[in-house]
């Protein structure tokens, strides 16, 4: 190997380095395999259970016990509740709408209009400057807020990323509400479980896209701690000097 090649290699290494870093961030920060399949299962069998029998109790009430169970287990491996929690509420939700209005699509209404609150977040905070993805992905980076002042090009990647999310989720929306008004339950309820996990797919993937090519995240907490070490040595070296002059 010549000494043109390693400094290649290592911006290679480091650059692995980086992609596998963002991969790990966005898994932990969207849940991984599991957490899809927690937002798939209650409304898949609550699709099923309605084309079978078209009984909305029985549907909405397996829907939510699935999704008890599934916190159940979160719970029972000590692995991270915050995805189950967020499924089970947002099926007691669409429980309560179906329940109310006795139209079994209103079990779908809460998630479709959350889908929508969270495509206008996505957009609205990339346009004032605070991309939303950045105020999700900034602790798990362990940078924080630095990104927005301090790192440029990582501001503009959560920018892109946070422009990609919301007009995915604004396709989807276009999908799905027409089909609220105009199609029947059945209907309805397998598309949008056709669209829970390919637009979050393409909405990660182009996310780890532009940040495998932004800049490195400024880690502030290592930051803080470096400073609280100097600040401690310093003060360690003031006390050895005042012992020093007092044994003089």
Same mark, same amino acid.
């Given at each position: 190997?010549?000494?043109?090649?390693?400094p290649?290699?290592?911006?290679?290494?480091d650059?692995?380095?980086?992609?596998?870093?963002?991969?790990?961030?966005?898994?932990?920060?969207?849940?991984?395999?599991?957490?899809?399949?927690?937002?798939?299962?209650?409304? *898949?069998?609550?699709?099923?259970?309605y084309?079978?029998?078209?009984?909305?109790?029985?549907?909405?009430?397996?829907?939510?016990?699935?999704?008890?169970?599934?916190?159940?287990?979160?719970?029972?491996?000590?692995?991270?509740?915050?995805?189950a929690?967020s499924?089970?509420?947002?099926?007691?939700?669409?429980?309560?709408?179906?329940?109310?209005?006795?139209?079994? !699509?209103?079990?779908?209404?809460?998630?479709?209009?959350?889908?929508?609150?969270?495509?206008?977040?996505?957009?609205?905070?990339?346009?004032?400057?605070?991309?939303?993805?950045?105020?999700? *992905?900034?602790?798990?980076? !362990?940078?924080?807020?630095?990104?927005?002042?301090?790192?440029?090009?990582?501001?503009?990647?959560?920018?892109?990323?946070?422009?990609?999310?919301?007009?995915?989720?604004?396709?989807?929306?276009?999908?799905?509400?027409?089909?609220?008004?105009?199609?029947?339950?059945?209907?309805?309820?397998?598309?949008?479980?056709?669209?829970?996990?390919?637009?979050?797919? *393409?909405?990660?993937?182009?996310?780890?896209?532009?940040?495998?090519?932004?800049?490195?995240?400024?880690?502030?907490?290592?930051?803080?701690?470096?400073?609280?070490?100097?600040e401690?040595?310093?003060?360690?070296?003031?006390e050895?000097?005042?012992?020093?002059?007092?044994?003089?």
């Open positions: 190997m010549t000494s043109l090649d390693k290649t290699q290592d911006a290679q290494q650059a692995h380095d980086a992609r596998a870093v963002t991969e790990a961030a966005l898994f932990e920060a969207f849940g991984g395999v599991r957490g899809m399949v927690e937002t798939v299962v209650p409304g *898949l069998l609550f699709v099923t259970i084309t079978i029998n078209k009984d909305l109790h029985m549907s909405a009430i397996a829907a939510l016990a699935v999704s008890l169970v599934l916190v159940v287990v979160r719970l029972v491996t000590k692995d991270t509740v915050k995805h929690f499924g089970v509420f947002g099926v007691a939700f669409g429980v309560v709408f179906a329940m109310m209005t006795g139209n079994a !699509k209103d079990f779908y209404l809460p998630g479709m209009l959350y889908t929508l609150g969270l495509a206008l977040a996505y957009i609205v905070t990339t346009l004032c400057g605070v991309p939303l993805i950045g105020l999700i *992905l900034g602790p798990v980076f !362990k940078e924080n807020l630095s990104w927005r002042t301090r790192n440029p090009g990582r501001k503009k990647a959560y920018a892109k990323a946070s422009w990609a999310w919301g007009l995915i989720l604004l396709a989807k929306c276009a999908i799905l509400f027409p089909l609220y008004w105009w199609a029947d339950t059945t209907q309805l309820g397998w598309v949008l479980v056709a669209l829970k996990i390919p637009p979050f797919l *393409l909405a990660v993937y182009l996310t780890w896209v532009f940040l495998a090519k932004a800049p490195a995240p400024i880690d502030v907490f290592a930051e803080m701690e470096a400073a609280e070490k100097a401690q040595a310093e003060q360690a070296e003031k050895r000097e005042a012992a020093a002059r007092s044994a003089e």
